[in-house]
């Protein structure tokens, strides 16, 4: 089966164009055909971007918001994929639609043709649709769908907000000492040296520092893209150094409790949405322990699972699996105790999704004034270091 990136024209007389899995051009203009579109133009699809899909986390909300708004008019299903994926701005979600279509057009359910895509979409997403069409509710989840994911977004969102500007500035910072120590204080060393006598430790340093970083630049360059890698294959290959980094993750000094609270508000809103719809609690919380992103997370909430499979209380689960704190376990149990879980899990995460929005709304202003202390020193210790010895030598000369 080979992709095809095909240019035609729709019943409306308007130029489309997106890619189809084909077998050749005959059964590529049949499918078309079948989406009332003339076939024009068609080309193999070169093999370096055959099989990835791009498709982003905003396109599936943009999708899901869609196919809720245009289910509540009325419109029939299949009408909507058609149409979405004809007009759909991303080629390569109208290539994934068109698959969909093409698989529920062969008799599978939504759910069945979301299968194959269940990487884009998620597990939660696909067994959500699921249970939607088992019950009659699929326009009321994926209202809920599409109000998590939004939701989910804006966190990403907030905490990636926090962190980029940091990450410039440090980049910044670090680039304009290197180019100094690789330009510019050599250029001064022998200024420095020629005026003799003796230099201070300031100016040392200085020199000494320059030396180091022209001797290993390519080793300082090298060391951390090689460590990163390194960290990223051992976590691929070793369960058990994931599960430990997870865990050492969590408890980093404040950016540790940032992604706790954001994780657990994340964790208690999927599990609202799945036991809202009707998803039994154990497999709502099998599906959280996936959303989550964390190993140790993920461990202590598949404990917690299998406490509560064995006829444990929720909250007592939940207490001896160490996965949500005090405050958290206290809503759980009113919820458990007076029959509305649903909310209880809603109020849990409202209230951690608040803390951990507070919380980077105080570090964020933080961040400004130290990068500017650090900044300041960094210039402060190279002006101390180049003007410390001509001072000494006019103070001589006087």
């Not at 529920?104 to 939660?124: C, D, H, I, N, R």
Request: proline share 4%.
């Amino acid at each position: 089966m080979q992709n095809y990136h095909y240019s035609g024209m729709n019943k409306f007389g308007k130029r489309v164009s997106g890619t189809l899995p084909a077998a050749n051009e005959q059964e590529l203009e049949l499918k078309l055909k079948k989406s009332n579109i003339d076939l024009l133009r068609a080309r193999k699809q070169s093999s370096l971007f055959k099989g990835k899909v791009k498709v982003s986390r905003k396109d599936v909300i943009g999708f899901t918001f869609q196919l809720e708004q245009l289910l509540k008019a009325g419109v029939p299903l299949m009408d909507i994929l058609d149409d979405l994926k004809d007009n759909f701005e991303n080629d390569a979600v109208k290539e994934m639609l068109a698959s969909i279509y093409e698989a529920m057009e062969g008799g599978k359910t939504f759910s069945e043709a979301l299968m194959p895509y269940e990487s884009v979409f998620g597990e939660v997403y696909v067994s959500l649709v699921s249970v939607g069409e088992k019950t009659g509710k699929l326009e009321e989840i994926l209202v809920n769908l599409a109000e998590m994911l939004k939701w989910e977004d804006e966190l990403i969102s907030k905490a990636k907000k926090v962190m980029i500007y940091p990450a410039i500035v440090a980049t910044v910072v670090i680039g304009v000492v290197v180019l100094m120590m690789l330009f510019v204080v050599p250029e001064l060393v022998g200024f420095i040296s020629s005026m003799g006598g003796e230099l201070g430790f300031a100016t040392v340093a200085l020199i000494a520092t320059s030396e180091f970083i022209q001797k290993y630049i390519l080793e300082l360059f090298l060391t951390p893209i090689i460590c990163i890698a390194l960290y990223k294959i051992a976590r691929k290959k070793s369960p058990k150094f994931k599960l430990k980094t997870d865990e050492k993750i969590l408890n980093i000094p404040i950016i540790g409790a940032v992604l706790y609270k954001l994780k657990l508000a994340r964790i208690a809103n999927s599990l609202a949405v799945m036991y809202s719809a009707g998803v039994s609690f154990p497999d709502s919380l099998r599906m959280s322990s996936i959303i989550a992103g964390n190993k140790y997370l993920e461990k202590n909430i598949l404990h917690s699972v299998r406490l509560i499979e064995n006829g444990q209380p929720i909250f007592e689960a939940f207490e001896e699996s160490d996965v949500f704190p005090p405050m958290a376990i206290r809503m759980v149990k009113v919820g458990e105790l007076s029959g509305g879980m649903d909310t209880s899990l809603k109020n849990v995460s409202y209230f951690y999704d608040r803390e951990a929005k507070e919380l980077i709304d105080k570090i964020e202003p933080a961040i400004e004034p130290i990068l500017t202390v650090v900044m300041g020193a960094v210039v402060g210790w190279i002006m101390v270091a180049v003007l410390g010895p001509i001072y000494d030598t006019i103070a001589q000369v006087q």
